[in-house]
Structures are given as structure tokens and as C-alpha cells.
């Protein structure tokens, strides 16, 4: 992969404050929800919370199929990730996404039997802008 197109993509995904994630209903139909970015260990792994017995979770649970899409409006450009989702309940994955002001959502704090993480590994990708798509490996990017 181009070294160029290559840091596009990292700096879209560094940058965004919001990801679109896509699951699998259970009719087969994509259902997509605006989530906070709040940690990527790399390309290829992002964590997002939620609650355990939010809808997505029952979704994840029955198909971990799912997509994530960056974007950045003002610059006409997009990232597109697919791959699969775990949940995951472990105190350590849980403190790490933790942020002042979830004990809103979650009044039991990081100890809320209600608050989980998503871990979305990515395994392939699109990029566009210039009027280009760019279908690649996560390897690639890596």
C-alpha cells in the first residue's frame, strides 16, 4: 500500500471523535449507531462501551459480523472496517474506557454490572477520497 494513502488512513482514524458501528439485526439487517471513540490499540483493534443489555450487545452475541465507518465531512473522506466484535466484561478492559461522568449511564461506576466494552478487530477495509476507493487488508495498514 501507497505510504501516503497508508498514514490517510491512521491520521482518519486518530482523528475522529465518532465511529458509525453496524451490526446485524435479527432479520439479517444491517442496524448502524453513532458511538464515542474512545480507544484504539492499533488499526486493526478499537474498544467502545456500552451497556450489557443494550440491543448491539444482544446483536454482537448472536453474529459478531460487524462494520465501523470514520469519516471526516469536510474533507470528503471515508474509512470503512469490517470485521468482528467481542464483548467483553473484565475489570481491566472496563477501567480502561472508564471516562469522569459515566456514572451517569452506569451508577455503580466501573463496577456496573450494566457497563461492558466492544472490542471490534478489524480484518479488511475501504478507503475513499478523490473520488477513489481503496479496498484493502488490515496487514496492509499494519
Not at 19 to 47: C, Q, R, W
Request: proline fraction near 2%; include cysteine; hydrophobic fraction near 35%.
Amino acid at each position: 500500500m501507497d505510504t501516503k494513502i497508508k498514514n490517510e488512513i491512521i491520521s482518519l482514524r486518530k482523528n475522529s471523535k465518532t465511529a458509525f458501528v453496524s451490526s446485524v439485526d435479527e432479520n439479517g439487517f444491517p442496524a448502524i449507531k453513532a458511538m464515542l471513540v474512545l480507544e484504539n490499540a492499533s488499526i486493526k483493534t478499537h474498544y467502545f462501551s456500552t451497556n450489557l443489555s443494550s440491543k448491539r450487545v444482544k446483536q454482537f452475541l448472536k453474529n459478531p459480523k460487524a462494520a465501523v465507518y470514520y469519516c471526516n465531512t469536510d474533507e470528503f473522506k471515508g474509512l470503512m472496517l469490517q470485521g468482528r466484535i467481542d464483548i467483553l466484561t473484565d475489570l481491566e478492559h472496563k477501567q480502561m474506557l472508564w471516562r469522569d461522568g459515566f456514572e451517569i449511564y452506569y451508577p455503580n461506576g466501573v463496577m456496573d454490572e450494566d457497563y461492558c466494552v466492544l472490542r471490534f478487530t478489524a480484518e479488511k477495509g475501504n478507503y475513499y477520497h478523490g473520488l477513489k476507493n481503496i479496498d484493502f487488508s488490515i496487514q496492509e495498514v499494519l
